[in-house]
């Protein structure tokens, strides 16, 4: 049950963020300044990148949170640290990589490439949104 718990606040948290943080707020648009490569992902390319943003965000929120557990943090400050911390190696190394390449005509190369670091910040707010989001449908749960 804990886990089916879990599974569908991660979901939902997931879902709400990337339909306010992508799609109302239009964030990607503005710190990428790529209209047109987060138009590719997000808006033609919706039925196969939209799943693979949920994997993508529960490895990227996962790690942090497995930390945060292994040392046994309590305050979602802290936690919060961790999942920028963690993100911003992650995201840093994984720009860092793919720019030690030519472009290539992946998406992620011409991402990291045309993009560069400012998708640092973008993964951060989609990551701290969804964790919050889901923290919060825990905590929710738990006391109903």
Request: with cysteine; aromatic share 18%; glycine share 2%.
């Amino acid at each position: 049950m804990e886990l089916l718990t879990k599974l569908n606040a991660f979901i939902i948290a997931t879902s709400v963020t990337l339909f306010i943080v992508t799609f109302v707020l239009k964030l990607p648009h503005l710190i990428s300044n790529q209209p047109q490569l987060v138009n590719l992902y997000y808006v033609k390319n919706f039925h196969k990148n939209v799943p693979l943003d949920f994997l993508l965000i529960f490895v990227y929120l996962y790690i942090p949170l497995y930390v945060a557990s292994f040392f046994q943090i309590k305050t979602k400050v802290s936690t919060i640290a961790i999942i920028v911390l963690c993100t911003t190696l992650l995201t840093g190394g994984f720009c860092y990589y793919s720019r030690s390449f030519p472009m290539s005509s992946s998406f992620f190369s011409k991402w990291f490439h045309k993009a560069g670091y400012s998708v640092i910040v973008y993964d951060i707010i989609l990551l701290i949104c969804t964790y919050l989001i889901y923290d919060y449908l825990l905590t929710m749960t738990k006391h109903s």
